[in-house]
Each structure stands twice: as C-alpha cells, then as structure tokens.
DNA sequence: CCACAGATTCTCT
DNA sequence: GAGAATCTGTGGC
C-alpha cells in the first residue's frame, strides 16, 4: 500500500481554476493538499505527484519569507505576480524549489511544495534522481525507493526535472506544468490510507525568529512521502530526517 | 536511529 | 564576501 504507485497509469485530472489560488498562502496551504502537481516535458511525457506537504509564506511581515519587509529583486520577483503562477527558486548552490504564487498581485505571498506521493512517470522521476540515494541502501536508479523521489522541495524538482525555467508559469492550465485537482481527498478515504492532517512549525527557517515557531507547514502525515514526519512516531527511513521536527499542535 | 559535515553557486550587501 | 525555504554520505550507538 502507501501508493497509488501504478507506473504506467495515466492520471485524470483537469487544471483548478484561477480563483482557487485567490485566497491567502495559509488557506491555499491547507487546500493544496490533495492536489496534483502534473509536470509535462517536451517530448509529451507526463510526471504527476499527489501533494501531501506544504508551508505557506505569509506576506512583507513574514520574516522567514524571501518578500519580507517588501524586498523584491529579480529572484523573487515572480512572488509580486498574479494568483496562479509559479515562483521558482535556486538555493544552496545546487537546488530548486518550487512555489504556488497566491493572493493578489502586489501582494507576495507563496506555498512552498515541500513533497509529493509519485503517481504519474516513475520512471522517469528515477532516472532524474539517479546519482542520488546510495545511502538508502545503496539503491540508485532503477532501485530508488519510491519514497524517496519526490520527499523534499529539491528531490521533486529534481524528479520532475523543474528548474528557474518554469518560474513565472501560469498552475491555472495545462502545458510545463500545472496542478489538477484532487480526487477522492474525503476524511475517510484519507483515514483508509492512515493519512491524518497536521500543522507544524516550518522547516529550515530557524534565522525568522518568532516566525520561525508559526505553524505554517501543513502535513498529510502518516503518508511515507513526507519530508519530516510531524511530532516522531513510527517512521521507516529516510523519509523522516529528525532536524529540525516541529511542535505538533 | 541520530547527528554532523560537505557540496556548490546564485543572490544580494 | 556571506548566507542560503537542502540533500546526501559517513560515522556512532
């Protein structure tokens, strides 16, 4: 269990409409779980992840958002644009990140994906992540756990091959990459799969200081897709990195 | 399972 | 020149 995992199955999902992404980064943090993240490349070939992690960066206030106080610079200029667009960024000299831009323009705030359930394209996810993952049991390739593909911001930009390309991209409808609407996101079908929602404090973010506290990450924990699993628990692998573990609510 | 160091380069001060 | 919304391998228990 613990997937949808068919490789070869073909994801139904159409585009959410722009006015979903219209509400305020903790509400759209929340409502995003659930979503499909559907990346298309060049050649017509189709990745396609279930969201089951996310932060919401909050405004100019917010201290751990790369708009606070106001402060906008070509990175981070995407953040000031319309609900519904992408904002791609690079960091630690060799990842990406990949963030749903929501409000109103002028108004920078941002959900930061931080990790998906592979549904869509595994194959290809694995070949993008090859060279990665010889420490979870020497498994690279072909053999890459499935949880570890799309577990983190920078693993499913790498799996999904998104990169500062795609910043700036219109999630409203389909092309490089757009997110669907879920399917089946009831409470008790997420209860069949021991999904249970959760807020946590944000990871990575210990420099914002009393931000840095806020629970603004929102978990489908339970899902071994996670990046961190909220509050401990039985956990397998990698799957659940201890630093930095935020308080449970 | 847990903790820590190293990688690697873009971005802004 | 410093720091970064991270990930991975290694080493200890």
């Given at each position: 269990?613990?997937?949808l995992g068919?490789?070869?199955r ?7 409409s ?5 509400v ?5 943090a929340e ?5 499909v993240?559907?990346r ?15 932060e ?11 708009a606070?106080g106001?402060?906008?610079t070509?990175?981070?200029?995407s953040?000031?644009g319309?609900?519904?667009?992408a904002y791609v ?7 990406h ?13 941002a959900?930061?994906?931080?990790a998906?359930e ?5 194959a290809?996810m ?6 990665a993952g010889?420490?979870d049991?020497?498994a690279?390739?072909?053999a ?13 930009c790498?799996?999904?091959r998104i ?5 700036g991209h219109?999630?409203?409808r389909?092309?490089?990459?757009w997110?669907?609407?879920?399917s089946?996101e009831e409470p ?10 959760r807020?946590?404090?944000r990871?990575?973010v210990?420099?914002?200081?009393a931000?840095a ?7 489908l924990?339970?899902?071994p ?10 956990g ?5 990195n201890?630093v930095?573990v935020?308080?449970?609510?």
């Amino acid at each position: 269990m613990g997937g949808l995992g068919g490789d070869t199955r073909r994801l139904q999902s159409r585009p959410l409409s722009r006015a979903f992404f219209e509400v305020d980064a903790a509400t759209l943090a929340e409502r995003l779980l659930g979503c499909v993240l559907v990346r298309e490349l060049a050649g017509g070939e189709r990745m396609a992840g279930r969201i089951v992690e996310t932060e919401a960066y909050v405004g100019v206030r917010d201290r751990a958002s790369h708009a606070f106080g106001g402060r906008r610079t070509a990175r981070n200029e995407s953040m000031y644009g319309r609900a519904g667009i992408a904002y791609v960024y690079f960091t630690y000299g060799m990842h990406h990140c990949f963030n749903v831009v929501c409000a109103s323009a002028g108004d920078p705030q941002a959900v930061l994906v931080r990790a998906l359930e592979p549904v869509e394209g595994l194959a290809r996810m694995r070949e993008h992540r090859a060279g990665a993952g010889a420490s979870d049991g020497g498994a690279r390739g072909p053999a890459m756990k499935e949880r570890m593909l799309c577990s983190g911001p920078a693993r499913l930009c790498e799996a999904m091959r998104i990169d500062r390309a795609m910043d700036g991209h219109d999630l409203n409808r389909a092309g490089a990459v757009w997110i669907g609407e879920p399917s089946g996101e009831e409470p008790a079908v997420r209860m069949e799969r021991g999904e249970r929602v959760r807020r946590a404090a944000r990871i990575g973010v210990d420099y914002a200081g009393a931000w840095a506290s806020r629970r603004l990450r929102w978990v489908l924990d339970g899902n071994p897709n996670v990046s961190r699993r909220v509050g401990g628990r039985p956990g397998r692998g990698r799957a659940g990195n201890p630093v930095g573990v935020g308080m449970v609510a």
